[in-house]
């Protein structure tokens, strides 16, 4: 629904599936071993290219947003990326996968005292410093899957870093996956007007 309101108000939406989705294959499944934030973040930038070639949208005005692995993507897009994009919106944010779901992440990055190399060029906390564009950070908490002590660290982050340019949104009574109307209001509010202020 809100991809349909920003259309509304002009925005041109793009809704990318990319690399470690599934449904594609096993080459596009692991394309993000031992890189999280690598192939997959290209693929957004590649968007953001075709918006800007084929459709006209101006560079300066390219936003990205996202929830859990999509917050992830917003944060090395922001730190990693931020000739591209203007503005991103991180939703409850895994920001070192050090700290996040060893099970899940060993998978991908394996186990981080034996690949300490992937964790860390992986894991948005260690590229903070190159946030040029507007940063929204969203988390609620009492979320029992990316624990808001993420988005904490990276706050204090920013802070250590003196970057001004950002502000961060904590939801008291929402988990990972929000549950109140007057939460998603909010936080959806706060995603269009930091577009708005682009």
Known sequence: MFHNL??????????????????????T????????????????????????SKYGVQPDKI?????????????????TAPDVFAAGAALRPVTDWAAYNQG?????????????????????????????????????QVDDNVHIQDSYRLAQRLIEL?????????????DHGFIYPSSWMDEYKRILKLFESM
């Open 63 to 79: 936003g990205i947003y996202g929830g859990s692995y999509g917050g992830f993507i917003t944060l090395m897009a922001m730190f």
């Open 104 to 140: 899940y992440t060993s998978r991908i990055l394996n186990e981080p005292q034996n690949d300490s190399i992937a964790y860390r060029r992986s894991s948005p906390i260690f590229f903070a410093e190159g946030l040029k564009g507007k940063l929204l950070i969203c988390h609620g």
């Open 29 to 52: 499944r692991t394309g993000i071993y031992r890189h999280m934030g690598g192939k997959d973040l290209d693929d957004n930038v590649d968007g953001a290219k075709l918006l800007v």
């Open 162 to 174: 003196r970057k001004e340019n950002w502000e961060m949104a904590s939801y008291p009574a929402e």
């Open 6 to 27: 920003l259309a509304d108000k002009g925005y041109t939406v793009m809704d990318i599936d990319y690399r470690a989705s599934s449904g594609y294959g096993r080459d």
